[in-house]
């Protein structure tokens, strides 16, 4: 399978404040990268897929200004969470697609926004 | 849209003894479909996943069967271990995409 890793695991910040977080596929060149968040105990719900070198497809409702996507090579994806507010604290996971049959995720380990 | 149950929600057995999860979906045209454990604040960690020519697989205590004239898929645990415990999620891929179940959290009791 495919190594993800995310930065940071975990961070709080102020109303108002923007957050990044980054997404790296450590031993695979991911040319199509997912963030997804999850509150708690619930499921993960697709945000958005990211391609490398073109905009990010959102899913219905995400607000594409507030969570920028960017996925500038072929080994990392940020997400920009901006203007955060506490509604937008939980647990935002990146995933990579990996293996010819284009179907097969792995995910990262996840970081914990929380917006006080 | 595809949209995938998951049953049941909780399931707590005794170690040693089985666990079954049930999915089903609703989309024909998904053809792959993994499971996926979760521990807690962790990211999810895939286990087994079967694809729509294959009818059953399996790897160690863990196996899965499709049937798709049903649309349902099961995760079978055998000789359950506490190391076991988690949330477990199924998930369809249709439309580039995957779709998640709502999950059950496995109890295994010492």
């Known amino acids: 399978g495919a190594v993800v890793s995310q930065h940071p695991s975990r961070v709080i910040c102020k109303s108002g404040t923007s957050v990044k977080i980054e997404c790296r596929s450590l031993?695979?060149?991911?040319?199509?990268m997912f963030w997804y968040r999850q509150f708690p105990k619930q499921s993960l719900m697709l945000m958005a897929t990211?391609?490398?070198?073109?905009?990010?497809?959102?899913e219905q409702g995400v607000e594409k200004d507030k969570f920028l996507i960017n996925h500038a090579s072929l080994t990392l994806s940020t997400l920009t969470v901006t203007s955060a507010h506490p509604e937008d604290s939980s647990f935002y996971i990146c995933?990579?697609?990996f293996g010819g049959g284009g179907d097969t995720q792995y995910f990262g380990p996840g970081t914990r926004l929380t917006v006080l | 849209g595809e949209n995938v149950e998951q049953h049941p929600s909780t399931l707590s057995v005794q170690e040693g003894d089985s666990a079954v999860i049930k999915c089903t979906y609703s989309?024909?045209?998904?053809?792959?479909f993994p499971w996926y454990k979760q521990e807690l604040g962790k990211g999810p960690q895939l286990i087994i996943d079967?694809?729509?020519?294959?009818g059953e697989k399996k790897d160690q205590r863990i196996a899965v069967t499709l049937n798709k004239t049903a649309k349902h898929f099961s995760l079978h645990i055998t000789e359950t271990q506490p190391e076991d415990s988690a949330v477990y999620f199924c998930?369809?891929?249709?439309?580039?995409?995957?779709?998640f179940g709502a999950g059950t959290t496995v109890t295994v009791r010492a």
């Open positions: 989309d024909s045209a998904s053809n792959y």
């Open positions: 998930a369809a891929f249709n439309d580039y995409k995957l779709s």
């Open positions: 031993d695979f060149q991911a040319t199509t």
């Open positions: 990211s391609n490398e070198g073109s905009k990010a497809t959102y």
């Open positions: 995933s990579v697609l």
């Open positions: 079967i694809r729509s020519n294959v």
